[in-house]
């Protein structure tokens, strides 16, 4: 491998670059080790009949409140101890992260496709197109993000449904900005020149010429949204307003460790400590893949 | 003689942002298989006409008069639709930088078929047996290899080459080059020349040629149109105007030129006199300033 503008052998087909800086990307350290948590927590989620050691939702009144082992009156097979109605602490977080990963990637997604095609549409068009997707933008970004969520939920009725609803029409405008910004700047390149020269239409050069390069920033802030949508679904559920209180979720179990604290600091701090390291861990892989897929990095 | 493919009538055009003038009645003729130079200083308005000739003209220029009429229909008065399929299929363009003008995340395979595969519906077989035989025509070894590549994996001779096939794919009746050698190095310059020149007479093309380089004129254009500020200062076919030169600012343009079998003659700047002229003239002549 002498080539020194390639590193393969010329007989092989080229990796694509977007390829090729996803390689990069995982031996980003940031990368790796938020990548590596959100898989380890999606296998869990995924498979959280299987490894849940109890039914989340089995009460056991006369282990109420016990602790995880190593604290005195701790009870053998629950590793995390239990809450105050006796249900395990460990199998109700495992089938907590469903509701949470579900959440999280649904609505990035949601509001990525939302904001991305907006912002497209505004970077390319500008004039009047621009100016009333522009104002929509500074007139959302104005409302406190968390109370909008909760009156929008409180109107349309709780459930997963209308959290990731909720989500994705508050936090659009994220994607839309940096994806406007990011379309003006391709639409002034000298390929997208030519691409109008040949005839293409503006959605086919939108879709076929712009969107492959704005597509790593897109990935990287789908990453960090991921983590707010956590975020969010803990706070609606917090409140009482995500899924019905039967299922399982961090920010329901975090409602309830907080009312019994004084008896039981794990019921909080179990969920809490999750939480945490999940929205620690889509910041890392965002951050960590915004770093390795920077256009000025491209070359 | 046959009716010419590009016909310029006193196209002219002001900036939309301060109404400054940027073409100023400009009127050129382009027959059947011939280059025409378009040249002149930066500003002068070349990029200008070729934009309005490839119908890409940003909203920042507002066209206030003339025609630019190719094979008889006037291009600005053409509904975007149609005039999009008419540009896309019979006028080419061969960009000024082959290192921006190809899409990176896009392979050779996908940019040098988009016209084939956009105007005549072309699949993905015949597709690649065009790009194959586009790129053969263009000289290019292991043409399996490069239909798989990026542009980065290019070098610059190579990507100026895959956008001279892509610009042929289509058989276009008018080929816009902008400055298509003056990213290249001088060697790969000369090749590049040859095989535009060579293409052209294999096909047929007629070629407007926009270029500030003198030399570049000489080696490849039948005619000249000369522009200064947005003006035709002197046309004519390219051995009179380079030989016998009719206007002072050609003479002082051709003298401004480094001579390399005079090396001691020194260079030569443009007289201030012949700028001021030129813009006593351009105030004469009824043009808004």
Request: with cysteine; aromatic share 6%.
């Amino acid at each position: 491998m002498d080539d020194a503008r390639g590193g393969w052998p010329m007989s092989e087909v080229a990796p694509h670059w977007i390829s090729e800086s996803l390689r990069a990307c995982i031996r980003d350290p940031k990368v790796a080790a938020g990548g590596g948590f959100i898989l380890f927590l999606l296998i869990l989620a995924l498979g959280a009949p299987d490894f849940a050691p109890k039914d989340p939702l089995e009460q056991d009144l006369i282990l109420g409140v016990t602790p995880p082992p190593g604290f005195a009156g701790a009870e053998p097979g629950y590793l995390l101890g239990t809450d105050d109605l006796g249900r395990d602490v460990l199998s109700r977080l495992i089938w907590g992260s469903r509701v949470a990963l579900t959440v999280a990637f649904v609505a990035a997604t949601l509001a990525a496709a939302l904001g991305a095609t907006l912002g497209l549409l505004a970077g390319w068009y500008r004039g009047w197109v621009d100016a009333t997707i522009s104002r929509l933008v500074e007139i959302w970004m104005a409302f406190p993000p968390v109370l909008l969520s909760i009156l929008l939920v409180a109107v349309v009725g709780p459930g997963v449904g209308s959290v990731i609803g909720a989500i994705a029409i508050i936090d659009w405008t994220r994607f839309c900005r940096v994806i406007r910004a990011e379309t003006m700047g391709q639409a002034k390149t000298d390929y997208v020149t030519a691409a109008r020269a040949i005839g293409f239409s503006p959605m086919r050069i939108l879709v076929r010429e712009i969107l492959p390069n704005v597509m790593p920033v897109l990935i990287a802030l789908i990453s960090l949204e991921m983590g707010i949508a956590v975020i969010v679904e803990a706070i609606l559920s917090f409140v009482g307003l995500s899924v019905s209180s039967d299922v399982p979720t961090w920010g329901g179990m975090i409602a309830q460790g907080r009312q019994i604290l004084h008896q039981g600091w794990w019921v909080l701090a179990a969920p809490l400590v999750a939480l945490f390291l999940t929205v620690l861990a889509f910041n890392l892989l965002g951050e960590g893949l915004r770093r390795s897929l920077d256009p000025v990095m491209r070359r | 003689m046959s009716p010419p493919v590009l016909a310029l009538s006193n196209l002219s055009a002001i900036s939309d942002r301060d109404r400054a003038p940027i073409l100023r009645n400009v009127s050129l003729e382009v027959a059947r298989g011939e280059t025409c130079g378009l040249v002149g200083e930066s500003g002068a308005g070349k990029s200008t006409i070729a934009k309005a000739i490839l119908g890409i003209l940003p909203r920042t220029i507002r066209v206030t008069g003339g025609e630019v009429k190719f094979e008889g229909a006037d291009l600005l008065k053409i509904e975007i639709g149609p005039l999009r399929r008419l540009i896309g299929e019979c006028i080419a363009l061969i960009p000024q930088d082959p290192m921006t003008a190809l899409n990176p995340a896009r392979r050779i395979e996908a940019q040098l078929t988009d016209g084939p595969r956009l105007w005549r519906g072309l699949d993905a077989t015949a597709a690649r047996a065009l790009a194959l035989r586009l790129l053969d025509e263009v000289h290019i070894r292991d043409p399996d290899r490069v239909l798989r590549s990026f542009p980065h994996e290019l070098s610059g001779g190579m990507r100026q080459r895959v956008l001279i096939a892509a610009a042929f794919a289509l058989e276009p009746r008018l080929i816009v080059a902008d400055e298509p050698t003056t990213a290249l190095d001088v060697t790969v310059q000369k090749q590049i020349l040859r095989l535009i020149r060579n293409m052209q007479s294999a096909h047929g093309t007629s070629v407007v040629f926009v270029t500030h380089d003198l030399g570049v004129v000489a080696q490849i254009c039948d005619h000249v149109t000369l522009l200064f500020a947005g003006r035709v200062i002197e046309a004519g076919s390219a051995s009179r105007l380079l030989d016998r030169p009719a206007h002072p600012y050609t003479r002082a343009l051709l003298e401004a030129c480094p001579r390399y079998d005079r090396p001691d003659a020194g260079l030569r700047p443009i007289p201030e006199s012949v700028i001021a002229d030129l813009y006593a003239e351009l105030g004469q002549s009824g043009a808004t300033p």
